[in-house]
């Protein structure tokens, strides 16, 4: 879900070809402009820049995968670790020796690292032409012209109200089956180690007419799954302003299903703090809401989360994975870990570790801390776990997370599931890719008359930590 460090020779020919993908592309129009656009980060970049690709196509810019042959060169940033940060300034690199052979090239930097550094980029990225942050992309087109005539585009205003409803995202390189929708943009949380409020503002959701009417705009151009995006997507609120009535997530999961029961939902991200029982009945109720659901925990221990400012401790965490199995037996939960946060103690770390066994994550997303400036946790706390240590907890939260994701995963040898083909799979052109319900990726071998965005009943042969393979019933 998060990609910290691609590399160009990693660019996708097709973006369904990489687990994080990179690039967006398609063949650009003969004569024009041609702009080129990598991502870094969470979905909600790659959403992000499906809209900024749209605007620059009204713009008259067509998309390119070729660097070479591009005029406007863009590198949609994330700041969530230093080491997202590290990967973006080793590309401008790149860039600059592109630049350098094609004069006139316009390098941009958008996003959290574009608002996080604001107009020091320019002074530190002397090649850096656009800096610009995740709510002044309609202003792209006049930031690319003050560009052209040479000068410098900076705009980082964040907004309360931008949420980009009207614009329909460039499906750019997309596998054609399954979408992004973003729902909400910004973070009211505080997590103490988190920079995304600083860098994406404070939250605010989108109207919920304009987000059904995508949905059922892709339905429409043969889209089979959407999946609703947002840093916390339970704290999605809109009132309709014509009749006050409110959508609360629960509704809008409600409204987005109605579109076609063949059309699959997905969500992403839930804080344990505010997904609702109302939440876990939709998903329980509706067949095409998928019984998947992404509950980052962050840590295992009280002390360390209340230091975290998550809100919740141990054993409300462990009632609410309680909850979601008890409504929802054949859920599938994941989850983010952060290993070595300040002052956190090895007794401590044992109980993240402990956690993954009860929660029976079928994956996790699993980081050491990384200390980010301005936020609670750098102004409050020491960040005094050696890097060592991190790293050494970090390995043993990965091997365990392993373990348990095989495990659960071995339980579904035998089992029957209804999966969407999503394309071929990455090793071979003889077999298909695609995902339950649960959100597992499954191999199978092709059979004739069935192509991406069907829907096949597969039976489950084999098991790793990582995919199913199977076959075809
Ligand atoms: N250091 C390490 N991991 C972090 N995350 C967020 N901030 C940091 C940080 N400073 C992780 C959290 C979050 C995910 C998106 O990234 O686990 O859920
Ligand atoms: Fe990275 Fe967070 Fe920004 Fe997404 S919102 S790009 S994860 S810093």
Redesign the pocket.
Known sequence: M?NDNPTLKDLPKKIDETKQGEVYFTEGTKGGKKFYIESYG?QMNFSDSEIVASILAETGYSPTRNLEESDLILINTCS??EKAEDTVRKRLRIFDKVKTKKPGTIVGVLGCMAERLKAKFLDQEKLVDLVVGPDAYRDLPKLIATADEGEKGVNVFLSREETYADISPLRLGSNGVSAFISITRGCDNM?S????PFTRGRERSRNAFSIVAEATDLYARGYREVTLLGQNVDSYKWENPETKEKVSFATLLKMVAAVHPDLRVRFS?SHPKDITDEVLFAIRDYENICKYIHL?V?SGNSRILELMNRTYDREWYKAKIDRIYELIPDCAISS???AGFCSETEEEHQDTLSMITYANYSTS?M??????PG?L?AKKYEDDIPLATKKKRLQEIIYLQNDVSRKVNQQDIGKTFKVLIEGDSKKSDQDFKGRNTQNKMIIFPKVAGHQPGDYVQVKVKEATSATLKGEMV
């Not at 180690?193 to 995304?196: E, L």
């Not at 980081?367 to 980010?372: H, L, V």
Request: one cysteine or more.
């Open positions: 998060y969470c969530i670790r997590c180690f988190c920079v995304v991200t980052p962050q983010d870990i952060i997303y980081f050491y801390y990384s200390e980010r936020t946790a």
